[in-house]
């Protein structure tokens, strides 16, 4: 064997040697080759929960017509109905948006079973609009209004917070609390005299409740009440990430 190959094996003995050794226990990681102490890294999450201040709800027309044309120009005459009766609750101009427009011809495949091509039936439209309101408790009325002013499409409610952040501010203290007694029970169990705080980061994720499917509806009941909604909560999730340094 080669003083040459007995160098790289050497070079490779030293590489193998000086690598980190790493233990990992409860979502936590020691990283013990360090020269001023291990380091120990992990992750702290705290969820607040609190009640929405503004909803989104979905409504749109469907329309059929013989031409393109006319089925656009019929959809665009109920849309403009729709907008009106967001506007009429409230909702402003700029917290109403498009969310789609689609046209697409329709057909009956009924014939085809009898070697008959499909039969064309016409044009059909879609269009819906999403409105954005922090007046909750309105959020059922504003639904029946939608639908009285010839929506067929509904979709949502989905609730959220306008600030979602601020619910955090809370929820980062009590996280660098707990990682600090998680670190201190580390360094304990390890038999190290302490932890020293090397680096924070933060992560997060906004959760407001699923919106409800689309559906198609009729009117509010005969008896003339309000479609009942419940806006619940929604969550807001803080993750904190932490390197802490054991010392002796």
Request: charged share 15%.
């Amino acid at each position: 064997m080669t003083k040459q190959l007995f160098a790289v094996m050497a070079a490779g003995m030293a590489l193998m040697a000086a690598a980190p050794a790493l233990a990992q226990q409860g979502g936590s990681t020691v990283t013990t080759a360090t020269t001023q102490g291990p380091i120990l890294a992990f992750s702290v999450s705290e969820e607040v929960r609190s009640r929405p201040d503004q909803a989104t709800v979905g409504a749109g027309v469907t329309t059929t017509a013989p031409t393109a044309v006319e089925a656009m120009r019929l959809n665009a005459a109920a849309m403009d109905k729709l907008i009106a009766a967001a506007k009429a609750r409230g909702i402003k101009a700029e917290d109403i948006q498009t969310s789609g427009i689609s046209l697409s011809p329709q057909y009956d495949y009924n014939n085809q079973g009898n070697g008959q091509p499909p039969r064309f039936l016409g044009y059909q439209v879609s269009n819906s609009v999403r409105a954005t309101t922090s007046k909750i408790a309105d959020i059922g009325s504003l639904l029946d209004a939608l639908v009285a002013a010839g929506g067929t499409n509904i979709d949502g409610p989905s609730f959220g917070m306008k600030d979602p952040d601020a619910q955090l501010v809370g929820a980062r203290g009590t996280a660098i609390k707990a990682a600090e007694a998680k670190a201190a029970d580390y360094a304990r169990l390890a038999g190290f005299r302490g932890a020293e705080l090397v680096s924070i980061s933060e992560g997060g994720s906004f959760g407001p409740n699923p919106p409800m499917p689309m559906v198609r509806m009729q009117s509010m009941d005969a008896a003339g009440k309000a479609t009942p909604v419940e806006p619940g909560r929604v969550s807001n999730t803080l993750t904190l990430n932490f390197q802490y340094r054991l010392v002796r």
